[in-house]
């Protein structure tokens, strides 16, 4: 009686660290601290709340799926600013949609991007091993067969575009790429993702980039897909971002997010959301403008991440293989056996992580490129911060 793709779903990384941890005890007199998460745990700022308040009319009435012109504006207002673009390349009417948090978006991308076959035979969907668990769940639901492309140190945490076979491209129907990654920090530069940008063109793929950590990082702003499309002075065929308040901004809860680019895809999973989805309330769409016009906020909020990678680096050093990521809040730590330290830590330290191994798959040769790491969340305060990193320190090295 239920869609037997479901059964395909079966390994969410949090079920499975609950389970891996179901026997472990952490000792008595340590607070558990959890660090496996990646829950902003920073105050948002007080606008969201002021603005929530002051509109709160809008709850009584069913808000637009394509947003409101202030929001639109706002948006693609924060595009030019941050990617350089101009405001003849962006129309908020054609290029631009919100979303209910861009797990939803980037999950329902593959219900409007996989076709039954591609060029004769079963789809792909490409993703970065490891990679956001979301995408090979829209994959296996959207009919596609997932492909996993190693984005391991070797290669900068990145996938290698290089390495994809012709044939495998040709039967691609959609690729997600992530930067800064998840769970790695790295940052794809703009002649990489001009690069995807021409493989998805010339294979006729959904290229899908998750710009979701985009708004933290240390020396240099990330680019963006956007801005790789603009650069090669072609529009935006082809290309979707994905962009979300819930790190930007703290506001995870608000489930505030867009998606842009391409006009016909965006076009088509409009048509999909009108049948599917809920739209954000009136008083979401005010908060989220006024939270996408301000950069304040956001910049202290990129101070906060930099004096806990600051902390890493003097705590750490390069010991657990230890290096300071471009972007995003999370530490890539090789630590020999990712699900024996964490029952580790748990059990020695109270403190919670997530094994790699439950972000990545192994390969033909079983070889799994996140088996030997843990992923550690840097999302509470400094001070919680220290203390998880002091006990990761004392227990692991």
Not at 143 to 167: C, H, I, K, N, Y
Not at 264 to 276: D, H, W
Not at 293 to 320: I, M, Q, S, T
Request: with cysteine.
């Amino acid at each position: 009686m239920l869609n037997p793709a479901l059964d395909l779903l079966t390994d969410y990384p949090f079920q499975r660290l609950r389970d891996l941890l179901a026997d472990v005890t952490p000792p008595d007199g340590l607070a558990p601290l959890l660090m496996s998460i990646g829950e902003p745990q920073h105050p948002p700022p007080p606008m969201l709340a002021e603005k929530l308040t002051e509109t709160a009319a809008g709850w009584g009435k069913y808000p637009p799926l394509e947003g409101t012109p202030e929001w639109g504006a706002a948006v693609a207002a924060w595009l030019e600013r941050r990617y350089g673009l101009t405001p003849a390349a962006i129309d908020p009417a054609r290029h631009i949609l919100p979303v209910t948090g861009t797990r939803e978006a980037l999950f329902m991308v593959g219900l409007v991007a996989i076709p039954d076959a591609k060029n004769g035979r079963k789809p792909l969907a490409l993703m970065p091993n490891p990679f956001y668990p979301v995408y090979s769940g829209a994959a296996l639901i959207g009919g596609a067969e997932p492909v996993f492309m190693p984005a391991t140190r070797e290669t900068g945490f990145q996938p290698d575009l290089d390495a994809v076979s012709a044939d495998v491209l040709d039967r691609t129907s959609l690729m997600y790429l992530c930067s800064p990654g998840n769970p790695q920090g790295s940052v794809a530069d703009l002649a990489y993702l001009k690069k995807a940008i021409g493989l998805a063109r010339a294979h006729n793929f959904v290229l899908v980039v998750d710009e979701c950590y985009a708004e933290i990082y240390g020396d240099k702003p990330p680019p963006g897909g956007l801005q790789a499309c603009a650069a090669l002075g072609d529009g935006f065929d082809n290309v979707l971002v994905f962009h979300s308040l819930s790190k930007r901004s703290n506001a995870p809860g608000l489930r505030s997010g867009f998606m842009a680019g391409d006009p016909a895809i965006i076009a088509a999973f409009s048509r999909l959301r009108s049948y599917s989805a809920a739209s954000l309330g009136l008083p979401v769409l005010a908060a989220s403008a006024a939270l996408w016009r301000d950069e304040a906020h956001v910049e202290e909020n990129r101070a906060l991440y930099r004096a806990k990678f600051d902390l890493a680096e003097r705590l750490l050093g390069d010991r657990l293989g230890f290096t300071r990521p471009d972007g995003g809040f999370f530490m890539w730590l090789d630590v020999g056996d990712g699900e024996a330290a964490t029952r580790k830590l748990w059990g020695e330290g109270a403190v919670r992580v997530l094994p790699g191994r439950y972000l990545s798959r192994g390969g033909a040769n079983g070889d799994n490129p996140g088996a030997a790491y843990i992923r550690v969340a840097l999302v509470h305060d400094l001070a919680t911060t220290e203390e998880a990193l002091t006990r990761i320190v004392k227990v692991l090295c």
